[in-house]
């Protein structure tokens, strides 16, 4: 008569990665299970002992080790071992002992294969290479959002509409209404060469011609020229389309030119876009730059929140979030500087106002501190000008504490007169701390290098930007205390039941997953940035000049992208979840909240960052050639 | 398995009127296997058992669990049987069998609320008889595993007396047996405090090992249980190198 192992297909139907299986199937399986039991210190896998055999952990807990000793893994019910070896050689790769007193099912190779080949979501659970199974996740998060997939050259449905450079206004008018357009791209053309292979000088919109023609009251045949928008913001055809919605929000523009190997291929509208954002960020950016007062201002701070939450519920990717929440805390910058310039008078001299760290980066969420600095003309003269500035910095500072962004704990503000310097000490600043680097200035400091003029002279962030790329890539000595700071805060290993564990075994009741996870992430990213020379702030972006520079071990590149997409969504969707219950969102993730899923692709994320830093650490050493 | 409360579980020796613990089994069954008539049963004996010399982690072991119309053997009879093989360092679900068969003596309601088999599952059961070769197939050259091996040992032959005119002996490891011997007694402190002994039962023994609690009251997964029982019997009080003849009776 035919056996009923209620017990065993019971449990089974309960675990990932059975959960996906047919009754059918977990009979079959169960039939050929075999089982043991180990008392707690009991060995269960010996290193290099052949094994013929894929175990589940029925009740219980183990421990996995490396070969060299160190802890690897802490598994409790549930859990799984043995996959590498047996699918490599057979052989027992990691040792493996009994934590707790422990029963294990043994499932046999020749049907742990068969599972793992005919059944996709039992083998993405179990997969070998853990870093595929988080590229999937991340992958598969990814395709459920249009958005977050669709090229820009989608978007295209007509070709470009130009206009010689030679034009009239009126003849730029005339020709939109004969073309029924709102845009046409201006090229400077030549006799011997068709006008679509012709340089793109600029762009205009009927709405110059509202603004800067009629207006003004200028004749009808002033040069198209005179009203177009020269200094383009373009992007190329193969872009995403939540970078073009980035891309407008931030210049506040409504057509972007898209080119495609160097030629212009097409214009997109705000109006192509808007049906892939529900208006979220264009509708709380606009509501900043409509508020007249600091009070206005402070009202908007739950519309922010809310289209956090709303990006978070659309499957937004992390990229496209941190953009939206950095384009909005720039526009409570720009927003607030211009208040402050109504409020004290025109500035005595120039200056730029400098965002640094996440924001930066466009990686910032809901739970952020403002860090920010100002650079002020040369020609500044502290006996003159600092009561000026000092109010200004003061001003927009709490200002934006009002909003929700606080107060830096580390007082790296405008506020503080260090950090209200003319470009010429900003200049020092600089070179000093790359020139002449100190670890413990370093290890608090590495937000400075992640900065970005958002109001007046943007052009000297550009600058100090250059002025870095130039002389750090170069200098072993200041990279190795860039490393050196970047390796001071480590993932954990994992988790185990309702904690998290850490690599010497210890056990945390909850993690900081921005001081744990991604945080190092943009050190580790930041470092190998600056000795690549990389001219990107985000982390993404960076990423991929690394990639290209070739400096990472194969495939450790996209290693890095996925898990920092992973442990950010994570920490954004807890933040999500937070908001949602009406607590105070932050940046702690307590185990139990994390779902089985979460748990296994962060336990991949975390190793990958953790061998990410030991290659840091091996890679920029002083003195070594880098 | 049939729970019998605690009063007679306490007597367990003066129930089971047994003493094997002296019995050469080996020898005992080439005495058999000369004696026994029905084919099955003298190739069951002369399937042999290991000697007492053996070491536990080298013999072949068969869990095994019946559930029954009552509490008396004279009386009841077997409703069903399950069997998992298993050596120490293997429980084998591969070789697990479960039948449900119709005994002769009548179901008692009490009995269905136990282990939940019903008139109309016995009805389309075959009779012992009918399985009897196959069961002993299963048993032969192994060491029988129950918790309270009275009741498999006196039920089953029984069973056999009445069905082939012959009875059956075997030797059994058993779990409930191991546990009174390893059972920490209360000291005289704790008794006085009213602390009892630790108790028995399979579900209560499993749980001091932290095995996993199981439904009670299904033949093989009561099997399944009491081989688990044992595996974690022997990694807390033996070891694979203690003899046979220290652990069987």
Sequence with gaps: ?626 | MFYLPRSQLQNESSLSGEDLSAVDWPARFRELAASARHPALQQYYQAGVPAGSTAIADVPMVAMDFETTGLDPQQGGIVSIGLVPMTLARISCAGAVHWIVRPRARLSSESIVVHGITHSDIAAAPDLSKVLDDLLAQLAGRVVVAHHRSIERRFLSNALQARIGESIEFPVIDTMALAYRVRREPGFWQRLRGRKPDSVRLADCRRRYHLPFYRPHHAQTDALACAELLQAQIAHHFSPQTVLSDLWC
Excluded at chain 1, 166 to 171: G, H, L, N, V
Excluded at chain 1, 345 to 362: K, T
Excluded at chain 1, 444 to 456: K, M, P, T, Y
Excluded at chain 1, 510 to 524: C, E, F, V, Y
């Design chain 1, 1 to 626: 008569m035919q056996a009923e192992h209620i017990e065993i297909v019971d449990f089974l139907r309960q675990h990932q990665p059975f959960t996906g299986l047919s009754d059918e199937v977990l009979q079959q399986v169960a039939v050929q299970i075999s089982i043991a039991y180990f008392k707690a210190g009991q060995q269960i896998l010996e290193f290099g002992a052949e094994i013929n055999d894929w175990y589940v952990i029925r009740s219980g807990a183990v421990e996995v080790f490396r070969r060299n000793g160190e802890l690897y893994n802490r598994l409790s019910e549930g859990g799984f071992f043995a996959e590498f070896g047996l699918l490599r050689n057979k052989r027992v790769r990691f040792p493996v002992y009994a934590l707790e007193d422990t029963l294990v099912y043994m499932i046999p190779e020749p049907l742990f294969t068969e599972l793992f080949d005919n059944n996709e979501e039992f083998a993405d659970q179990v997969e070998v290479e853990d870093r595929t199974r988080l590229r999937q996740a991340v992958a598969r998060r990814e395709d459920a959002n249009e958005l977050m997939t669709a090229r820009i050259e989608t978007l295209v449905s007509r070709e470009p509409v130009l206009l010689p450079a030679a034009a009239t206004a009126r003849d730029a008018a005339i020709r939109m209404t004969e073309e029924g357009v709102s845009s046409l791209l201006v090229v400077t053309t030549s006799d011997d060469q068709p006008m679509a292979a012709s340089r793109l000088v600029g762009i205009v919109t009927d709405r110059d011609i509202r603004d800067r023609l009629v207006t003004p009251g200028l004749p009808f045949d002033t040069p198209v020229t005179d009203i177009m928008t020269a200094e383009l913001t373009k992007v190329e055809h193969n872009q995403f389309v939540f970078e073009a919605i980035l891309l407008m929000l931030r210049y506040n523009v409504h057509h972007l030119p898209v080119i495609k190997q160097g030629l212009p291929l097409g214009v997109i509208a705000l109006a192509d876009v808007i049906r892939y954002e529900s208006q979220n960020s264009l509708f709380v950016v606009r509501s900043i730059f409509n508020a007249q007062t600091v009070e206005e201002l402070t009202a908007l701070a739950s519309d922010v929140r809310a289209c956090f939450s709303r990006l978070v519920a659309e499957d937004a990717n992390s990229r496209m979030i941190g953009g939206s929440m950095a384009v909005i805390g720039r526009s409570f910058k720009q927003r607030l500087l211009e208040m402050a310039e109504e409020k004290f008078g025109p500035p005595p001299v120039p200056y730029c106002f400098l965002a640094l760290g996440s924001m930066a980066r466009e990686e910032q969420l809901i739970v952020t501190d403002q860090d920010n600095a100002l650079i002020l003309d040369n020609r500044f003269d502290p006996q003159l000008h600092d009561e000026y500035f000092s109010n200004l910095a003061t001003f927009v500072c709490d200002g934006l504490a009002a909003c929700g962004y606080t107060y830096c704990k580390g007082k790296v503000m405008a506020t503080n007169r260090q950090w209200r310097q003319p470009l010429k000490v900003w200049e020092q600043y600089f070179s000093e701390w790359i020139e002449r680097p100190s670890p413990e200035f370093l290890l608090n400091s590495a937000i400075f290098f992640d900065l970005e003029g958002v109001w007046g002279e943007t052009q000297w962030s550009d600058m100090l930007n250059d002025l870095i790329r130039r002389k750090a890539r170069s200098n072993s000595r200041f990279l190795a205390c860039m490393a050196r700071a970047a390796l001071m805060r480590t993932p954990p290993l994992g988790f185990f039941k309702g904690f998290v564990m850490e690599t010497d075994g210890k056990h945390t009741n909850s993690i900081n997953m921005k001081r744990r996870g991604t945080a190092p992430l943009a050190d580790l990213i930041r470092v190998h940035a600056l000795a690549v020379g990389s001219a990107a702030h985000n982390s993404f972006e960076r990423l991929e000049d690394i990639i290209e520079a070739g400096i990472l071990p194969p495939g450790n590149g996209p290693d890095l992208r996925d898990a920092l997409e992973l442990i950010a969504m994570v920490r954004i969707r807890h933040q999500a979840l937070d908001l949602q219950s009406g607590t105070e969102p932050d940046n702690n993730i307590e185990p139990e909240n994390l779902s089985d899923f979460e748990r296994k692709n962060l336990k991949d994320a975390f190793q990958i960052l953790s061998n990410a830093q030991k290659f840091l650490k091996f890679r920029y050493q002083p003195g070594r050639a880098v």
